[in-house]
């Protein structure tokens, strides 16, 4: 069995998500063959040198999962695209590229984080493409920690702001992207999460049949993707109100 989710955002400011995800890791995902996160795992991300104790926990968490057996996998979302190698090695985690082809059920299965697919937000894809210079990532991860996170809240605050101004479609993903990228790496199946509008889209590309999986977001209830000899179900579950928490609290680093 194979478990898939993405866009928790994990901050400490909402423990119910937090006390689920570390439910889903000692129940569901324990004995699982593998975990991946499809990124947004976190809220936000502004290094590996400055883990809160809160971020450190959820490091320890799945540290213990991967030492159990299953194995996890990590990719970048637009929210923590600076999460590193050191964050990956102490979690036990494979970082994957954005996108990557992975065997599930036998099959080859194109994995995304998905704010690529929306191509139609020119403003947003100019931005990627400039965050995600290795240039770029190298000035982020030297410049201070109070700067780092004075620029965090900036990037969110506006992307919020952009997101409430533009229309639904834009922010969606692009439709004629998917058969595209899917040719392109020769799948019948594509999971991604970013657009928080879980949903399973069949498709028609050329003459096969396809599918497009969308992960929901950990928000109002949890989602999750079970791959095994049954297929592809994706299913929401609910969130346990002010479950209390033995981890660590960090103080307000502005």
């Known amino acids: 069995m194979i478990l898939l989710i993405s866009d928790l955002h994990l901050e400490e400011g909402r423990p119910d998500i937090t006390r689920a995800f570390l439910d889903l890791l000692t129940d569901r995902a324990r004995g699982a063959e593998s975990l991946y996160i499809l990124g947004d795992f976190f809220e936000a991300w502004i290094g590996d040198d400055a883990m809160s104790p809160f971020q450190r926990?959820?490091?320890?968490?799945l540290r213990a999962l991967s030492d159990s057996g299953t194995q996890v996998f990590l990719m970048h979302g637009n929210r923590d695209f600076m999460i590193g190698k050191a964050f990956c090695k102490a979690a036990g985690c494979t970082?994957?590229?954005d996108p990557s082809v992975v065997e599930l059920n036998g099959e080859p299965v194109l994995?995304?984080?998905?704010?690529?697919l929306c191509t139609r937000d020119e403003a947003y894809m100019r931005m990627r493409r400039y965050l995600r210079n290795p240039l770029t990532l190298w000035v982020l991860r030297?410049?201070?920690l109070s700067t780092r996170h004075k620029l965090a809240r900036k990037l969110r605050s506006e992307s919020r702001a952009q997101?409430?101004?533009?229309?639904?479609?834009?922010?969606?993903v692009t439709p004629e992207e998917v058969?595209?990228?899917?040719t392109e790496f020769g799948v019948k199946t594509l999971i991604h999460g970013h657009t928080h509008r879980p949903?399973?889209?069949k498709l028609q590309i050329g003459d096969q049949t396809a599918q497009r999986i969308v992960l929901g977001d950990w928000d109002r209830e949890g989602?999750?993707?079970?791959?095994?000899e049954q297929g592809f179900q994706l299913t929401s579950f609910g969130f346990v109100p002010q479950a209390p928490l033995a981890i660590g609290h960090s103080q307000n680093q502005d």
């Not at 994995?111 to 690529?116: A, E, I, R």
């Open 111 to 116: 994995l995304m984080h998905g704010d690529s």
């Open 223 to 228: 989602w999750a993707l079970q791959v095994d």
């Open 57 to 61: 926990s959820i490091c320890e968490a």
């Open 95 to 97: 970082l994957l590229s």
């Open 199 to 201: 949903a399973l889209h």
């Open 163 to 172: 997101t409430r101004m533009k229309a639904n479609d834009i922010v969606d």
């Open 179 to 182: 058969p595209r990228i899917m």
């Open 142 to 144: 030297h410049l201070p």
